[in-house]
């Protein structure tokens, strides 16, 4: 079992392993397989936090399938919501796709939420979004994935990806603060 890891002021405990990990990312994309197979998906995954699972899922996935991978940059717009993020990347067509999100971690949603609509804009065939973690305590927005590995506590996790202040991204397994 590994040990605590200290991150800059926090310390970290062990949370999910990386054969539970490994486990829930086959089930998912044994689903995805399953449901896509003969639709050509195209994966978004959003960067930096996802590009770890989206690479473990993506390996996974054995039908016919693309990826692509996006930043959101999110500024203070002018909308009724006051959240607009441009996606910085997506220079595919999304018209008639199905498109797949792969997401770190649904918090509060409010990323996704902002994201969603600029997808929809492009009358994509269907969206849905794979994540690998969420906490639905924190959940304020207006977002469902249709597939998730972990439902979490609202506790702040790390590695797997996920990081604190640009740290910890590259721990193998998931942790949580102590
Ligand atoms: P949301 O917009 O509130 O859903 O937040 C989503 C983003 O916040 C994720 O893509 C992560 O980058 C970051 N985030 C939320 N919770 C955590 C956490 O516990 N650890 C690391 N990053 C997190
Ligand atoms: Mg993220």
């Not at 399938?65 to 717009?77: D, E, P, Q």
């Not at 065939?125 to 249709?146: C, E, M, R, W």
């Amino acid at each position: 079992m590994a040990q605590e890891v200290t991150v800059l002021d926090k310390v970290f405990v062990p949370y999910i392993t990386r054969a539970e990990i490994s486990s829930r990312i086959s089930e998912m994309a044994a689903r995805i397989n399953e449901d896509y197979a003969g639709k050509n998906p195209l994966f978004i995954a959003i960067l930096n936090g996802s590009f770890i699972f989206a690479a473990d899922l993506f390996r996974e996935v054995t039908i016919d399938a693309a990826i692509t991978f996006v930043k959101l940059a999110s500024y203070k717009g002018t909308t009724s919501t006051g959240n607009v993020v441009t996606a910085i990347g997506m220079e595919e067509r999304l018209t008639d796709r199905h498109v797949v999100i792969v997401e770190d971690i649904i918090d509060t949603g409010k990323t996704l939420s902002a994201f969603i609509p600029e997808i929809e804009s492009q009358k994509p065939a269907s969206i849905n979004i794979a994540t690998f973690l969420s906490k639905p305590s924190a959940l304020k927005y207006d977002v469902k994935a249709a597939y998730t590995a972990f439902e979490i506590e609202n506790k702040f996790v790390l590695g797997y990806g996920l990081d604190y202040d640009g740290h910890g991204r590259n721990l193998p397994e998931l942790y949580i603060l102590k």
